[in-house]
Protein backbone atom coordinates (compact mmCIF):
# COMPACT_ATOMS: atom_id res chain seq x y z
CA UNK A 1 0.00 0.00 0.00
CA UNK A 2 1.11 3.54 -1.01
CA UNK A 3 0.66 6.92 1.05
CA UNK A 4 0.65 9.77 -0.44
CA UNK A 5 1.00 13.00 1.82
CA UNK A 6 0.03 16.68 0.94
CA UNK A 7 -2.49 16.70 -1.57
CA UNK A 8 -4.39 19.94 -1.49
CA UNK A 9 -7.86 20.38 -2.80
CA UNK A 10 -10.18 22.75 -2.67
CA UNK A 11 -12.83 23.13 0.05
CA UNK A 12 -15.85 22.50 -2.54
CA UNK A 13 -13.38 19.46 -4.26
CA UNK A 14 -15.25 15.90 -4.76
CA UNK A 15 -13.93 12.79 -4.51
CA UNK A 16 -13.00 11.97 -8.15
CA UNK A 17 -11.11 15.29 -7.52
CA UNK A 18 -9.27 13.53 -4.83
CA UNK A 19 -8.55 10.49 -7.04
CA UNK A 20 -7.01 12.94 -10.04
CA UNK A 21 -4.85 14.78 -7.41
CA UNK A 22 -3.44 11.59 -6.14
CA UNK A 23 -3.05 9.80 -9.91
CA UNK A 24 -1.33 13.25 -11.09
CA UNK A 25 0.91 13.02 -8.40
CA UNK A 26 2.13 9.41 -8.67
CA UNK A 27 2.37 9.81 -12.65
CA UNK A 28 -0.75 6.63 -13.21
CA UNK A 29 -3.47 6.36 -14.49
CA UNK A 30 -6.66 6.80 -12.18
CA UNK A 31 -7.57 3.29 -13.58
CA UNK A 32 -4.50 2.33 -12.05
CA UNK A 33 -5.73 2.54 -8.66
CA UNK A 34 -7.74 -0.22 -7.22
CA UNK A 35 -8.74 1.59 -3.70
CA UNK A 36 -8.39 4.67 -2.20
CA UNK A 37 -8.80 5.41 1.39
CA UNK A 38 -8.23 9.19 3.23
CA UNK A 39 -6.16 8.55 6.14
CA UNK A 40 -6.23 12.05 7.39
CA UNK A 41 -7.56 15.43 6.83
CA UNK A 42 -7.09 18.56 8.18
CA UNK A 43 -7.81 22.13 7.26
CA UNK A 44 -5.08 24.99 6.63
CA UNK A 45 -5.82 28.55 7.11
CA UNK A 46 -2.69 29.68 7.84
CA UNK A 47 -3.69 32.17 4.70
CA UNK A 48 -7.29 33.35 4.45
CA UNK A 49 -7.61 33.88 1.12
CA UNK A 50 -6.56 30.12 0.12
CA UNK A 51 -7.78 28.42 2.77
CA UNK A 52 -8.35 24.49 1.62
CA UNK A 53 -8.26 20.88 2.72
CA UNK A 54 -4.65 18.92 2.68
CA UNK A 55 -5.00 14.86 2.47
CA UNK A 56 -2.77 12.10 3.14
CA UNK A 57 -4.23 8.83 1.49
CA UNK A 58 -3.72 5.41 1.37
CA UNK A 59 -3.71 3.52 -2.16
CA UNK A 60 -3.73 -0.04 -3.85
CA UNK A 61 -2.62 -0.84 -7.03
CA UNK A 62 -1.42 -3.53 -9.23
CA UNK A 63 1.50 -1.86 -10.31
CA UNK A 64 4.91 -2.14 -8.62
CA UNK A 65 4.92 0.06 -5.67
CA UNK A 66 8.96 0.03 -5.01
CA UNK A 67 9.15 1.85 -8.69
CA UNK A 68 6.22 4.36 -8.16
CA UNK A 69 7.93 5.34 -5.04
CA UNK A 70 11.06 5.77 -6.52
CA UNK A 71 12.40 9.78 -6.82
CA UNK A 72 9.96 11.06 -3.93
CA UNK A 73 10.56 12.36 -0.69
CA UNK A 74 9.44 9.77 1.87
CA UNK A 75 7.54 12.55 3.77
CA UNK A 76 5.65 12.89 -0.02
CA UNK A 77 5.19 9.34 -0.73
CA UNK A 78 6.05 6.15 1.22
CA UNK A 79 4.84 2.47 0.97
CA UNK A 80 3.27 1.76 4.29
CA UNK A 81 1.54 -1.71 5.75
CA UNK A 82 -1.91 -1.61 6.53
CA UNK A 83 -2.63 -1.81 10.43
CA UNK A 84 -3.53 -4.62 11.69
CA UNK A 85 -4.00 -4.89 15.97
CA UNK A 86 -2.75 -8.15 17.02
CA UNK A 87 -3.37 -8.69 20.93
CA UNK A 88 -1.00 -11.14 22.87
CA UNK A 89 -1.55 -14.86 23.44
CA UNK A 90 -2.65 -16.04 26.40
CA UNK A 91 -1.17 -17.37 29.31
CA UNK A 92 -2.77 -16.20 32.32
CA UNK A 93 -3.75 -19.32 34.24
CA UNK A 94 -4.86 -17.90 37.51
CA UNK A 95 -8.66 -19.13 38.45
CA UNK A 96 -9.80 -15.78 40.00
CA UNK A 97 -11.36 -13.17 37.61
CA UNK A 98 -9.44 -10.19 37.57
CA UNK A 99 -11.42 -7.05 38.72
CA UNK A 100 -11.63 -3.02 37.05
CA UNK A 101 -12.46 -0.35 39.21
CA UNK A 102 -13.71 2.17 37.18
CA UNK A 103 -15.48 2.46 34.07
CA UNK A 104 -13.51 5.21 32.14
CA UNK A 105 -11.94 4.84 29.08
CA UNK A 106 -8.91 2.91 30.70
CA UNK A 107 -11.61 0.82 32.47
CA UNK A 108 -13.43 -0.12 29.49
CA UNK A 109 -10.83 -0.75 26.87
CA UNK A 110 -9.28 -3.12 29.57
CA UNK A 111 -12.09 -4.64 30.15
CA UNK A 112 -13.52 -4.96 26.76
CA UNK A 113 -9.91 -6.92 25.94
CA UNK A 114 -10.12 -8.93 29.50
CA UNK A 115 -13.55 -10.34 28.39
CA UNK A 116 -12.72 -11.11 24.55
CA UNK A 117 -10.10 -13.27 26.04
CA UNK A 118 -12.55 -14.78 28.58
CA UNK A 119 -11.08 -13.53 31.29
CA UNK A 120 -14.56 -12.27 32.82
CA UNK A 121 -13.85 -9.20 34.52
CA UNK A 122 -15.54 -7.72 37.07
CA UNK A 123 -16.08 -3.98 37.00
CA UNK A 124 -16.92 -1.51 39.62
CA UNK A 125 -18.09 1.87 38.69
CA UNK A 126 -18.61 4.40 41.91
CA UNK A 127 -20.90 5.96 39.39
CA UNK A 128 -23.76 5.36 37.91
CA UNK A 129 -24.97 4.04 34.37
CA UNK A 130 -24.60 7.12 31.84
CA UNK A 131 -28.78 7.60 31.45
CA UNK A 132 -29.06 7.47 35.07
CA UNK A 133 -25.79 9.92 35.51
CA UNK A 134 -26.95 12.33 32.93
CA UNK A 135 -30.20 12.88 34.63
CA UNK A 136 -28.45 13.72 38.09
CA UNK A 137 -25.81 16.03 36.39
CA UNK A 138 -28.66 17.78 34.15
CA UNK A 139 -30.46 17.84 37.91
CA UNK A 140 -27.01 19.37 39.92
CA UNK A 141 -26.68 22.41 37.17
CA UNK A 142 -30.31 22.72 37.97
CA UNK A 143 -30.98 22.54 41.44
CA UNK A 144 -27.47 22.45 43.01
CA UNK A 145 -28.06 18.89 44.33
CA UNK A 146 -25.13 17.28 43.91
CA UNK A 147 -24.29 13.70 44.04
CA UNK A 148 -20.62 13.47 45.19
CA UNK A 149 -20.70 9.33 43.91
CA UNK A 150 -22.29 10.63 39.99
CA UNK A 151 -21.15 13.56 38.48
CA UNK A 152 -19.57 15.59 35.25
CA UNK A 153 -16.28 13.23 36.88
CA UNK A 154 -17.70 9.96 38.23
CA UNK A 155 -19.89 7.73 36.39
CA UNK A 156 -20.29 5.46 32.98
CA UNK A 157 -17.36 6.58 30.57
CA UNK A 158 -15.81 8.87 32.68
CA UNK A 159 -14.45 12.42 32.94
CA UNK A 160 -14.31 12.61 28.78
CA UNK A 161 -17.97 11.36 28.39
CA UNK A 162 -19.32 15.42 29.69
CA UNK A 163 -16.33 16.97 27.56
CA UNK A 164 -15.79 17.33 23.87
CA UNK A 165 -15.44 13.95 23.25
CA UNK A 166 -11.92 15.31 21.53
CA UNK A 167 -9.52 12.15 20.48
CA UNK A 168 -6.62 13.84 19.55
CA UNK A 169 -3.22 12.91 21.50
CA UNK A 170 0.54 13.41 21.74
CA UNK A 171 1.67 9.79 22.32
CA UNK A 172 2.67 7.91 19.08
CA UNK A 173 1.73 4.00 20.04
CA UNK A 174 -0.14 2.41 17.17
CA UNK A 175 -2.66 0.94 19.38
CA UNK A 176 -3.79 4.57 19.34
CA UNK A 177 -5.45 3.37 15.81
CA UNK A 178 -6.95 0.47 17.66
CA UNK A 179 -9.00 2.62 19.46
CA UNK A 180 -10.71 4.66 16.73
CA UNK A 181 -11.05 1.83 15.23
CA UNK A 182 -13.09 0.32 18.28
CA UNK A 183 -15.01 3.23 19.04
CA UNK A 184 -16.11 3.93 15.28
CA UNK A 185 -17.40 -0.04 15.53
CA UNK A 186 -19.21 0.64 18.73
CA UNK A 187 -21.22 4.10 17.24
CA UNK A 188 -18.47 7.00 16.73
CA UNK A 189 -18.52 8.55 13.49
CA UNK A 190 -16.63 7.27 11.05
CA UNK A 191 -14.52 10.17 10.26
CA UNK A 192 -12.37 9.88 13.52
CA UNK A 193 -10.78 7.39 11.34
CA UNK A 194 -9.38 10.63 9.34
CA UNK A 195 -9.68 14.32 10.95
CA UNK A 196 -6.67 15.90 11.97
CA UNK A 197 -8.78 16.89 14.86
CA UNK A 198 -11.17 14.07 15.27
CA UNK A 199 -13.83 13.96 18.06
CA UNK A 200 -17.09 12.96 18.58
CA UNK A 201 -18.67 14.70 21.04
CA UNK A 202 -20.61 14.13 24.91
CA UNK A 203 -23.79 13.33 23.02
CA UNK A 204 -22.45 10.69 20.56
CA UNK A 205 -20.16 9.25 23.22
CA UNK A 206 -23.27 7.90 25.76
CA UNK A 207 -24.05 5.73 22.85
CA UNK A 208 -20.96 4.38 21.95
CA UNK A 209 -19.77 4.08 25.61
CA UNK A 210 -23.43 1.78 26.16
CA UNK A 211 -22.45 0.31 23.28
CA UNK A 212 -19.19 -0.85 24.66
CA UNK A 213 -21.19 -2.10 27.91
CA UNK A 214 -23.08 -4.44 26.36
CA UNK A 215 -20.59 -6.10 24.71
CA UNK A 216 -18.49 -6.78 27.79
CA UNK A 217 -21.02 -8.05 29.21
CA UNK A 218 -22.12 -10.50 26.40
CA UNK A 219 -18.42 -11.71 26.34
CA UNK A 220 -19.39 -12.61 30.09
CA UNK A 221 -17.74 -9.63 32.01
CA UNK A 222 -20.49 -8.04 35.12
CA UNK A 223 -20.73 -4.29 35.19
CA UNK A 224 -21.43 -2.80 38.83
CA UNK A 225 -22.92 0.77 38.82
CA UNK A 226 -23.01 2.60 41.77
CA UNK A 227 -20.42 0.35 43.55
CA UNK A 228 -17.38 2.15 45.60
CA UNK A 229 -14.32 0.10 46.03
CA UNK A 230 -13.20 0.38 49.90
CA UNK A 231 -10.48 -1.23 50.12
CA UNK A 232 -7.90 -3.50 49.04
CA UNK A 233 -6.79 -7.26 50.36
CA UNK A 234 -3.37 -7.34 50.37
CA UNK A 235 -1.16 -10.16 52.48
CA UNK A 236 3.07 -10.35 51.63
CA UNK A 237 2.84 -8.33 48.88
CA UNK A 238 0.18 -9.38 46.69
CA UNK A 239 -3.16 -9.11 46.49
CA UNK A 240 -5.70 -11.41 47.52
CA UNK A 241 -9.20 -9.34 47.17
CA UNK A 242 -10.90 -6.17 47.12
CA UNK A 243 -13.62 -5.05 49.28
CA UNK A 244 -16.39 -2.70 47.88
CA UNK A 245 -20.13 -1.22 49.00
CA UNK A 246 -22.94 -1.12 46.69
CA UNK A 247 -25.84 0.89 47.46
CA UNK A 248 -27.73 0.06 49.97
CA UNK A 249 -25.95 -2.61 50.65
CA UNK A 250 -23.15 -4.25 53.55
CA UNK A 251 -19.89 -4.51 51.92
CA UNK A 252 -18.70 -7.35 49.97
CA UNK A 253 -14.93 -9.23 49.48
CA UNK A 254 -14.61 -10.37 46.39
CA UNK A 255 -11.38 -12.84 46.50
CA UNK A 256 -9.01 -11.94 43.45
CA UNK A 257 -5.32 -11.90 42.11
CA UNK A 258 -5.72 -9.10 40.40
CA UNK A 259 -6.72 -5.25 40.32
CA UNK A 260 -6.71 -2.56 37.47
CA UNK A 261 -6.89 0.71 38.96
CA UNK A 262 -8.79 2.95 36.47
CA UNK A 263 -10.09 4.94 39.03
CA UNK A 264 -10.12 8.33 36.99
CA UNK A 265 -8.16 11.84 38.46
CA UNK A 266 -10.62 13.03 40.93
CA UNK A 267 -10.86 9.48 42.96
CA UNK A 268 -9.12 11.78 46.03
CA UNK A 269 -10.71 9.48 48.66
CA UNK A 270 -8.96 6.69 47.21
CA UNK A 271 -5.97 8.47 46.64
CA UNK A 272 -6.27 8.91 50.68
CA UNK A 273 -7.04 5.18 51.05
CA UNK A 274 -4.07 4.31 48.60
CA UNK A 275 -1.84 6.71 50.85
CA UNK A 276 -2.92 4.96 53.89
CA UNK A 277 -2.26 1.69 52.57
CA UNK A 278 2.06 2.75 52.38
CA UNK A 279 1.01 2.24 48.13
CA UNK A 280 3.50 4.70 46.15
CA UNK A 281 2.69 7.55 45.08
CA UNK A 282 4.70 10.39 43.24
CA UNK A 283 4.01 14.04 43.00
CA UNK A 284 2.91 14.85 39.20
CA UNK A 285 3.17 18.26 37.59
CA UNK A 286 -0.63 19.58 36.65
CA UNK A 287 -2.32 22.79 35.52
CA UNK A 288 -4.48 25.09 37.01
CA UNK A 289 -6.56 28.14 35.51
CA UNK A 290 -9.59 29.06 33.98
CA UNK A 291 -12.23 28.92 31.07
CA UNK A 292 -12.34 31.74 28.29
CA UNK A 293 -15.56 31.95 25.93
CA UNK A 294 -16.06 33.98 22.91
CA UNK A 295 -19.24 33.86 20.28
CA UNK A 296 -17.80 30.97 17.83
CA UNK A 297 -18.44 32.92 15.20
CA UNK A 298 -16.51 35.61 16.31
CA UNK A 299 -13.75 32.70 16.37
CA UNK A 300 -14.56 31.92 12.97
CA UNK A 301 -13.79 35.49 11.35
CA UNK A 302 -10.48 34.99 13.31
CA UNK A 303 -9.46 31.72 11.71
CA UNK A 304 -11.23 31.81 7.95
CA UNK A 305 -11.31 35.63 7.30
CA UNK A 306 -14.16 36.24 4.92
CA UNK A 307 -14.81 32.10 4.23
CA UNK A 308 -16.03 32.10 8.41
CA UNK A 309 -19.43 31.38 6.99
CA UNK A 310 -18.72 29.02 4.45
CA UNK A 311 -20.35 25.90 5.90
CA UNK A 312 -17.58 23.42 3.96
CA UNK A 313 -15.40 24.85 6.70
CA UNK A 314 -15.85 22.97 10.63
CA UNK A 315 -16.24 25.36 13.27
CA UNK A 316 -12.96 26.93 14.04
CA UNK A 317 -10.79 25.98 17.03
CA UNK A 318 -7.17 27.43 18.19
CA UNK A 319 -4.30 25.94 19.94
CA UNK A 320 -2.00 28.56 21.68
CA UNK A 321 1.19 28.44 24.19
CA UNK A 322 3.22 31.17 25.56
CA UNK A 323 6.42 30.68 27.52
CA UNK A 324 7.34 34.51 28.18
CA UNK A 325 6.96 34.93 32.12
CA UNK A 326 9.82 32.96 33.91
CA UNK A 327 9.59 29.20 33.05
CA UNK A 328 6.08 28.70 33.98
CA UNK A 329 4.06 28.21 31.05
CA UNK A 330 0.64 29.19 30.13
CA UNK A 331 -1.64 27.47 27.44
CA UNK A 332 -4.75 26.23 26.21
CA UNK A 333 -6.28 23.35 26.24
CA UNK A 334 -9.32 21.13 25.46
CA UNK A 335 -10.76 24.01 22.97
CA UNK A 336 -14.48 22.95 22.78
CA UNK A 337 -15.90 24.75 19.46
CA UNK A 338 -19.86 25.18 19.85
CA UNK A 339 -19.56 24.09 23.26
CA UNK A 340 -20.89 25.16 26.68
CA UNK A 341 -18.62 25.72 30.13
CA UNK A 342 -19.83 23.57 33.05
CA UNK A 343 -19.75 22.34 36.90
CA UNK A 344 -17.79 19.81 36.90
CA UNK A 345 -17.69 19.42 40.72
CA UNK A 346 -17.51 16.17 42.72
CA UNK A 347 -17.30 17.25 46.15
CA UNK A 348 -19.78 19.59 48.03
CA UNK A 349 -18.98 22.74 48.69
CA UNK A 350 -16.39 23.53 45.65
CA UNK A 351 -16.46 24.63 42.16
CA UNK A 352 -14.60 23.46 39.54
CA UNK A 353 -15.37 23.94 35.82
CA UNK A 354 -14.71 22.12 32.11
CA UNK A 355 -15.54 22.59 28.74
CA UNK A 356 -18.09 20.22 26.40
CA UNK A 357 -19.52 20.19 23.02
CA UNK A 358 -22.02 17.96 21.46
CA UNK A 359 -21.16 16.27 17.93
CA UNK A 360 -22.43 19.07 15.68
CA UNK A 361 -20.42 21.80 17.78
CA UNK A 362 -23.51 24.04 17.20
CA UNK A 363 -23.75 26.16 20.04
CA UNK A 364 -23.05 29.62 20.50
CA UNK A 365 -19.62 30.04 21.98
CA UNK A 366 -16.60 28.54 22.05
CA UNK A 367 -15.00 27.93 25.33
CA UNK A 368 -11.05 26.76 26.25
CA UNK A 369 -9.17 26.23 29.12
CA UNK A 370 -6.36 28.82 30.16
CA UNK A 371 -3.93 27.08 31.98
CA UNK A 372 -0.82 27.74 33.94
CA UNK A 373 1.77 23.83 34.65
CA UNK A 374 2.75 23.77 37.92
CA UNK A 375 5.64 21.74 38.72
CA UNK A 376 5.77 19.31 42.57
CA UNK A 377 9.00 21.46 43.61
CA UNK A 378 6.11 24.69 43.59
CA UNK A 379 3.89 22.59 45.50
CA UNK A 380 2.60 24.16 49.29
CA UNK A 381 4.51 21.03 50.66
CA UNK A 382 6.30 17.52 50.21
CA UNK A 383 3.34 15.43 50.75
CA UNK A 384 2.68 13.35 48.26
CA UNK A 385 -0.99 14.57 47.82
CA UNK A 386 -0.02 18.05 48.11
CA UNK A 387 -0.81 18.93 44.52
CA UNK A 388 -4.26 17.23 45.26
CA UNK A 389 -5.14 19.52 48.30
CA UNK A 390 -4.29 22.60 46.13
CA UNK A 391 -7.05 21.69 44.15
CA UNK A 392 -9.59 21.59 46.68
CA UNK A 393 -8.04 24.51 48.56
CA UNK A 394 -8.64 26.34 45.20
CA UNK A 395 -12.47 25.20 44.14
CA UNK A 396 -13.46 26.08 47.70
CA UNK A 397 -12.46 29.09 47.46
CA UNK A 398 -14.46 29.34 44.44
CA UNK A 399 -17.77 28.23 46.39
CA UNK A 400 -16.74 30.67 48.88
CA UNK A 401 -16.01 33.71 46.53
CA UNK A 402 -19.08 32.82 44.56
CA UNK A 403 -21.65 31.23 47.34
CA UNK A 404 -23.12 29.02 44.92
CA UNK A 405 -22.26 26.27 42.32
CA UNK A 406 -22.51 29.28 40.09
CA UNK A 407 -18.97 29.51 39.30
CA UNK A 408 -17.30 32.89 39.57
CA UNK A 409 -16.03 34.78 36.28
CA UNK A 410 -15.33 37.94 34.74
CA UNK A 411 -14.83 39.86 31.98
CA UNK A 412 -11.43 39.58 29.71
CA UNK A 413 -11.07 43.61 29.75
CA UNK A 414 -11.75 43.49 33.36
CA UNK A 415 -9.42 41.08 34.19
CA UNK A 416 -6.59 42.49 31.98
CA UNK A 417 -7.62 45.88 34.17
CA UNK A 418 -7.25 44.42 37.42
CA UNK A 419 -11.19 45.60 37.94
CA UNK A 420 -13.52 43.32 39.53
CA UNK A 421 -16.53 42.59 36.65
CA UNK A 422 -20.19 44.48 38.02
CA UNK A 423 -21.95 43.54 34.13
CA UNK A 424 -21.78 41.32 31.35
CA UNK A 425 -20.95 42.62 27.70
CA UNK A 426 -21.56 41.14 24.41
CA UNK A 427 -21.14 37.54 25.40
CA UNK A 428 -23.82 34.98 27.26
CA UNK A 429 -21.80 32.78 29.65
CA UNK A 430 -23.13 29.12 28.97
CA UNK A 431 -22.79 27.52 31.93
CA UNK A 432 -25.88 26.04 32.83
CA UNK A 433 -25.58 26.89 36.53
CA UNK A 434 -25.24 30.32 35.96
CA UNK A 435 -22.22 32.38 36.67
CA UNK A 436 -21.08 35.10 40.00
CA UNK A 437 -19.33 38.22 38.04
CA UNK A 438 -16.26 38.69 40.60
CA UNK A 439 -12.29 39.14 40.61
CA UNK A 440 -10.79 35.92 39.56
CA UNK A 441 -7.89 37.18 41.84
CA UNK A 442 -10.05 36.63 44.90
CA UNK A 443 -10.07 32.67 43.43
CA UNK A 444 -7.29 31.80 41.83
CA UNK A 445 -3.16 31.88 43.30
CA UNK A 446 -1.49 35.52 42.26
CA UNK A 447 0.88 32.85 39.89
CA UNK A 448 -1.57 31.54 37.76
CA UNK A 449 -3.25 35.11 37.37
CA UNK A 450 -0.09 36.48 36.92
CA UNK A 451 1.05 34.21 34.25
CA UNK A 452 -2.39 34.21 32.28
CA UNK A 453 -1.87 38.15 32.19
CA UNK A 454 0.81 38.19 30.63
CA UNK A 455 0.21 35.24 28.14
CA UNK A 456 -3.21 36.64 26.59
CA UNK A 457 -1.58 39.69 25.18
CA UNK A 458 0.90 36.75 23.59
CA UNK A 459 -1.85 34.78 22.02
CA UNK A 460 -3.54 38.24 20.83
CA UNK A 461 -0.85 38.40 18.44
CA UNK A 462 -0.83 34.92 17.72
CA UNK A 463 -4.81 35.01 17.46
CA UNK A 464 -5.48 38.44 16.07
CA UNK A 465 -8.89 39.44 18.32
CA UNK A 466 -8.36 36.79 21.21
CA UNK A 467 -8.27 39.62 23.63
CA UNK A 468 -11.80 40.23 23.06
CA UNK A 469 -12.64 42.62 26.16
CA UNK A 470 -15.91 41.24 26.45
CA UNK A 471 -14.81 37.71 26.56
CA UNK A 472 -15.64 35.85 29.80
CA UNK A 473 -13.53 33.88 31.73
CA UNK A 474 -14.64 31.12 34.40
CA UNK A 475 -12.88 29.75 37.39
CA UNK A 476 -11.33 27.41 38.37
CA UNK A 477 -10.25 24.41 35.86
CA UNK A 478 -8.32 22.47 38.11
CA UNK A 479 -9.11 18.94 36.70
CA UNK A 480 -6.95 19.06 33.59
CA UNK A 481 -5.11 15.89 34.70
CA UNK A 482 -3.85 14.20 38.12
CA UNK A 483 -2.25 15.77 40.46
CA UNK A 484 -0.16 12.28 41.46
CA UNK A 485 1.09 9.48 39.75
CA UNK A 486 1.06 5.85 40.96
CA UNK A 487 4.53 4.12 40.78
CA UNK A 488 4.20 1.19 38.59
CA UNK A 489 7.36 -1.07 37.44
CA UNK A 490 8.06 -2.61 34.07
CA UNK A 491 4.96 -5.04 34.40
CA UNK A 492 2.75 -2.37 34.83
CA UNK A 493 2.34 -3.43 38.75
CA UNK A 494 2.18 -1.17 41.50
CA UNK A 495 5.73 -1.03 43.31
CA UNK A 496 5.66 -2.98 46.03
CA UNK A 497 2.07 -4.72 45.52
CA UNK A 498 2.14 -7.50 42.84
CA UNK A 499 -1.45 -7.90 41.32
CA UNK A 500 -1.99 -4.02 41.52
CA UNK A 501 -2.48 -2.22 38.05
CA UNK A 502 -2.45 1.76 38.08
CA UNK A 503 -3.60 2.60 35.07
CA UNK A 504 -4.84 5.61 32.88
CA UNK A 505 -5.30 9.69 33.63
CA UNK A 506 -5.79 9.18 37.40
CA UNK A 507 -2.59 6.70 37.81
CA UNK A 508 -1.10 9.35 36.63
CA UNK A 509 0.00 7.63 32.82
CA UNK A 510 -2.57 9.33 30.30
CA UNK A 511 -4.16 12.55 29.47
CA UNK A 512 -7.26 12.43 27.71
CA UNK A 513 -9.56 9.59 25.58
CA UNK A 514 -7.65 8.08 23.72
CA UNK A 515 -3.95 7.96 25.86
CA UNK A 516 -6.35 6.49 28.87
CA UNK A 517 -7.86 3.64 26.19
CA UNK A 518 -4.82 2.90 25.22
CA UNK A 519 -3.14 2.53 28.42
CA UNK A 520 -5.72 0.28 29.07
CA UNK A 521 -4.88 -1.95 26.34
CA UNK A 522 -1.75 -2.30 27.88
CA UNK A 523 -1.95 -3.07 30.94
CA UNK A 524 -5.13 -5.42 29.54
CA UNK A 525 -2.09 -7.42 27.24
CA UNK A 526 0.11 -7.57 30.45
CA UNK A 527 -2.54 -9.45 32.69
CA UNK A 528 -3.46 -11.51 29.41
CA UNK A 529 0.18 -12.71 28.70
CA UNK A 530 1.14 -12.81 32.15
CA UNK A 531 4.08 -10.97 32.03
CA UNK A 532 5.04 -10.83 35.52
CA UNK A 533 4.25 -14.65 36.42
CA UNK A 534 6.30 -15.98 33.33
CA UNK A 535 9.52 -13.70 34.50
CA UNK A 536 9.48 -14.81 38.02
CA UNK A 537 9.42 -18.29 36.63
CA UNK A 538 12.68 -17.92 34.65
CA UNK A 539 14.34 -16.05 37.33
Known sequence: MIRVNEIKLPLS???EDLETAVAKTL????????NLTVYKRSVDSRKKDDIHFVYSVDI????????LVTGFSESKVSIVKDFCYSPPSLYRNSKFRPVVVGFGPAGMFASLLLARFGLNPLVLERGDDVDTRSDKVSRFWKTGELDENTNVQFG???????????????IKNPICREVLIQLVKYGAPAEILYEASP?????????????IRKQIISLGGEIKFGCKMTDIIVANGFVHGVSFREKNKSKTDFETDTIILAIGHSSRDTYEMLYSMGLEIAQKAFSVGMRIEHPQEYINK????????????PPAEYKLSDHSLHARGAYTFCMCPGGIVVNASSEKGSVTVNGMSEYKRDAENANSALLVGIEPHSFPDSHALSGMYLQREIEKKAFEVSQSYSPPAQLLGDFLNGVPSKKLGGVTPSCPTGVVLSDLRLVLPKWV???VLSAVYSFDKKLPGFNLPDAVLTAPETRSSAPVRIVRDEFMNASGLLGLYPCGEGAGYAGGIVSAAVDGIKVAQSIISDERDRKNHAL
Open 13 to 15: SLS
Open 27 to 34: RINKSDIK
Open 60 to 67: ETQLDEAS
Open 156 to 170: EGGAGTFSDGKLTTG
Open 199 to 211: HIGTDKLKTVVKA
Open 302 to 313: CRYGGNYANPLL
Open 449 to 451: TDT
